[in-house]
């Protein structure tokens, strides 16, 4: 199995300022197809995850353009250029390149 | 917008069987090229993948779930399911449903939308 590493469990951020979550994984999620088969999630409290960025890059439909995936191989990065109130929760990075796909433990995001 | 909804008991005895349908509404199941999912969170923990379905039946299951596992879908109804045999405390999560944009192979896009989620507990 693919092993998803997020090396920060939690972070507290003063709202406005920039936030920033790392994922690695054990193996390139580099596809033959050019894409990084690399997805964050974001959990907030009481709710389901919900999509933030696909393919390690491609924002989704409804997200706010303070967030920005970037990476490609085994390293990736979820940045958050200011941070607000309601970014609170649990950031997951997923792959899907191999079955079964696997998720990172989770960032828990709070404000100071 | 397509919506799905998770649905089924929220308790389950030891040694009993786990059975859970997701309902979509807002779209058609069998449209597009999409496959669907299932996801659980045991409390505490981190998202752990189960499995996933094509309109065709075909499934790719989470090998560390497999020998326990079954999924089926049901076109007529806007429905696919879930079968966990055996359960035990370790089966106690959060179980949600999702669709998946695309797989081709083993490799597959994104999960969105997901539905509410269904706690469900093992417990006698």
């Known amino acids: 199995d693919i092993v998803m590493t997020q090396s920060t469990v939690s972070l507290s951020v003063t709202p406005g300022e920039p936030a920033s979550i790392s994922c690695r994984s054990s193996?390139?999620?580099?596809?033959?197809?050019?894409?990084?088969?690399l997805d964050w999630y974001l959990q907030k409290p009481g709710q389901s995850p919900r999509l933030l960025i696909y393919?390690?890059?491609n924002r989704a439909s409804g997200v706010p353009d303070r967030f920005s995936g970037s990476g490609s191989g085994t390293d990736f990065t979820l940045k958050i250029s200011r941070v607000e109130a309601e970014d609170v929760g649990i950031y997951y990075c997923?792959?899907?390149?191999?079955?079964?796909?696997?998720f990172g433990q989770g960032t828990k995001v709070d404000i100071k | 917008q397509v919506q799905l909804q998770e649905s089924g008991p929220g308790l389950v005895k030891p040694s009993q069987t786990l059975s859970l349908t997701c309902t979509v509404s807002?779209?058609?199941?069998?449209?597009?090229?999409?496959?669907w999912t299932w996801i659980r969170r045991p409390a505490g923990k981190g998202l752990e993948w189960i499995g996933r379905?094509?309109?065709?039946?075909?499934?790719k299951y989470n090998p560390s779930l497999k020998s326990r596992l079954s999924m089926s879908v049901d076109t007529s109804k806007n429905q696919f399911s879930l079968r966990l045999n055996s359960v035990t405390a370790a089966d106690t999560a959060v179980y949600y449903c999702?669709?998946?944009?695309?797989?081709?192979?083993?490799?597959?896009?994104?999960?969105?939308?997901w539905g509410q989620g269904i706690l469900v507990t093992v417990s006698s």
């Open positions: 997923m792959q899907a390149l191999q079955t079964p796909v696997t």
């Open positions: 807002g779209g058609s199941l069998s449209s597009g090229h999409y496959y």
């Open positions: 193996q390139s999620l580099l596809h033959s197809d050019g894409h990084n088969y």
């Open positions: 999702a669709r998946v944009a695309y797989c081709g192979g083993d490799s597959c896009y994104w999960f969105d939308p």
């Open positions: 379905i094509y309109t065709s039946g075909s499934t």
């Open positions: 393919l390690g890059s």
